[in-house]
């Protein structure tokens, strides 16, 4: 074996466990949304250390419960100068439920079969640690780096997401402080480390529809109006339309129902109401003003001379955004390559992330992480092999921004 193959395998080797022991600390705490639990703490003791400058942001109302409950934030610097990389990710994760169902106790990590088995070592702690291992080593190897090295942890993330990283980057726009490039820790891989990195996601509309008819007796329709009846017309060609077509770096927008509720409990009774959930998510090809104005046109169409009458609550979660091929892009695929021999696909599919609080700014933003396979599920695990291997990733991506 050559020296350079022997060094590969030592580096990999310290980057693995440094990356496994801090995950398993992060990973004992039952950190659910929005409880971060301590695990910041954990993060900003060590990244003083390495020379960074950690401020606790606090948002929402430390009294409140549910989604104004206060949110712990941190915001960790290293430099003044640009330009400034920053790791973006949160520590809270989703409910466990029932933990019995679980192989090994969500929160007691456990390395079994190859794995690291628990609630967050995909969605996203091991992210979280494998982005301070990198910053860590890579501050001890080039102390006097130019640019600027950055963390925005939330945990605010899985929940209602509004008093988390939105907030942090208000703050950060109000003092002018402005990211470069972020590199967001969600679990973007699916068959092998690295195969895809997300370069861009699609907007998220959100509506709630209210219909409003009549009540009345099912043997007198007559004497009532079925909201139930008055919409199913006007579902069905929503349902049917063709927003876009998408683009290059986006499929079409689509649109899915996800709840229709309507009914007393009786079943000879007419129901005076009808509440239809629907969500958009759309490309780049069309936007929030157009999606709302053809979903009216239609509604108008069949509710105008009804005697049933129709309301939309809107709710925009977060515009698309796309990083195209440039820098950071390339500064990722560069160290992917490295590390594991893959050539990664760019991809915008999937869900939201912060990203799309952060892309606003005129941030490059590329999401980049472990395999998702089992994000959310019962026995959420993540490869152990891969977590040397992805704080290599992103260590080779600050050498190749910083250091080019």
């Given at each position: ?11 990999q ?7 496994l ?26 990244l ?26 941190l ?47 995909a ?84 509506a ?12 007198y329709p ?67 003003d157009?999606l ?49 021999d ?7 599919s ?18 980049l992480g ?35």
């Amino acid at each position: 074996m050559s020296d350079f193959n022997k060094q590969t395998i030592h580096q990999q080797q310290n980057h693995q466990q440094q990356t496994l022991d801090l995950s398993i600390a992060l990973l004992e705490r039952p950190s659910v949304t929005p409880d971060d639990d301590g695990c910041q703490d954990i993060l900003s003791e060590r990244l003083e250390r390495a020379g960074f400058d950690c401020e606790f942001m606090y948002y929402g109302d430390r009294q409140a419960k549910g989604e104004h409950a206060e949110v712990k934030n941190l915001w960790a610097r290293r430099g003044t100068t640009d330009p400034v990389i920053c790791f973006a990710g949160h520590t809270d994760v989703v409910p466990t439920g029932d933990k019995n169902n679980w192989t090994y106790p969500p929160f007691t990590p456990t390395i079994a079969d190859g794995y690291l088995w628990a609630r967050g070592a995909a969605d996203m702690k091991t992210g979280i640690a494998a982005f301070t291992v990198a910053a860590e080593r890579f501050v001890a190897n080039y102390p006097e780096h130019k640019g600027s090295i950055a963390f925005l942890i939330t945990s605010d993330e899985e929940g209602p997401s509004i008093n988390g990283t939105v907030k942090v980057i208000e703050t950060l726009e109000a003092r002018n402080e402005k990211i470069t490039y972020c590199l967001v820790g969600e679990p973007s891989s699916t068959d092998t480390l690295g195969d895809i990195i997300k370069n861009g996601r699609r907007g998220s509309l959100g509506a709630e529809l209210t219909v409003t008819g009549k009540q009345g007796h099912v043997a007198y329709p007559h004497l009532a109006c079925n909201p139930i009846h008055a919409t199913m017309a006007a579902l069905a060609e929503l349902t049917a339309a063709t927003w876009d077509s998408g683009n290059n770096y986006f499929p079409a927008t689509s649109l899915q129902i996800s709840n229709i509720n309507s009914g007393t409990g009786a079943t000879n009774v007419i129901p005076e109401t009808l509440k239809v959930i629907f969500n958009f998510r759309f490309s780049t090809e069309t936007t929030e003003d157009e999606l709302k104005a053809k979903t009216h046109a239609i509604f108008d169409k069949y509710f105008t001379n009804s005697k049933a009458s129709y309301d939309i609550h809107w709710k925009l979660s977060g515009q698309p955004f796309l990083t195209p091929e440039g820098k950071l892009v390339s500064a990722c695929q560069k160290a992917i390559k490295k590390v594991t021999d893959t050539d990664t696909t760019l991809s915008t599919s999937g869900g939201t992330s912060d990203g799309r609080f952060i892309a606003p700014t005129g941030a490059q933003v590329v999401e980049l992480g472990v395999r998702n396979a089992t994000i959310h599920q019962v026995d959420e695990k993540v490869e152990v092999d891969d977590l040397g291997k992805l704080a290599q990733i992103y260590e080779g991506i600050l050498e190749n921004l910083l250091l080019d």
